[in-house]
């Protein structure tokens, strides 16, 4: 399985950043894909998820309304997925390296340890 995510960078508190990831599995389908971050010395933290099976997607409170995750589920090819993650009105404790991975029992969770396949994360800096 590889994940492979793009688009971190740096951005002033109140600015927009998007995220992407590509996701491709050799024996399944990587539907239920959710972006995780992580500062130095904190829990990681489940920001969202999406099913791109049905569509149905959730956010944790502290991205709601200002993150939106997306994606369409690609029934041609269906072990390599795509999903997106907008994020608008960054304020500084979003600040992270961001990961996306992939829940292979397709459920979707706010429990970062249910992911069983992580990419290898972008940084994403919000400035004050």
């Known amino acids: 399985v590889q994940l492979v995510e793009s688009g971190g960078g740096s951005v002033q508190a109140g600015g927009s950043l998007r995220l992407s990831c590509a996701a491709s599995a050799d024996s399944f389908d990587p539907y239920l894909i959710g972006w995780i971050r992580q500062v130095p010395g904190k829990e990681r933290e489940v920001i969202s998820y999406i099913n791109l099976v049905d569509g149905s997607r959730e956010y944790a409170a502290s991205v709601k309304g200002r993150f939106a995750i997306s994606g369409d589920y690609n029934k041609q090819t269906v072990h390599k997925q795509t999903v997106d993650l907008q994020m608008n009105s960054l304020k500084p404790d979003d600040t992270a390296i961001y990961y996306c991975?992939?829940?292979?029992?397709?459920?979707?969770?706010?429990?970062?340890?249910?992911?069983?396949?992580w990419g290898q994360g972008t940084q994403v800096t919000v400035s004050s």
């Open positions: 991975a992939v829940d292979a029992a397709g459920w979707g969770t706010f429990d970062a340890a249910e992911y069983d396949y």
